[in-house]
């Protein structure tokens, strides 16, 4: 992965942790920082499972797949880290 890669993954994780807390129903008790540092998990974690998937988006476009790949592994991160989080503040 390049600098450009990683620069654009970073900022576009950003905005995946808000589309993934966003899919999430319910209220989730973890700061935004977290739900960012998740999406930018996410994005790395999607851009790998696409790649070896074969989805290169050679065509050139908007990568639809890429992107639902990544929201959905950021909808599953926020929902993990919001009861593991949640719980451990309950008393």
């Not at 998740?38 to 890429?66: D, E, H, M, Q, T």
């Not at 929201?71 to 919001?82: N, T």
Request: glycine share 18%.
């Amino acid at each position: 992965m390049t600098i450009t890669g990683i620069i654009s993954a970073i900022i576009i994780g950003a905005i995946i942790g808000l589309l993934g807390r966003l899919v999430v129903p319910g209220k989730q008790h973890i700061p935004i920082w977290l739900t960012i540092v998740i999406g930018i998990v996410a994005a790395f974690i999607g851009g790998f499972i696409a790649g070896a998937l074969g989805y290169g988006n050679s065509n050139g476009g908007f990568p639809w797949i890429l992107l639902l790949i990544q929201v959905v592994i950021a909808a599953i991160g926020v929902a993990i880290v919001a009861g593991a989080y949640g719980r451990r503040g309950v008393r």
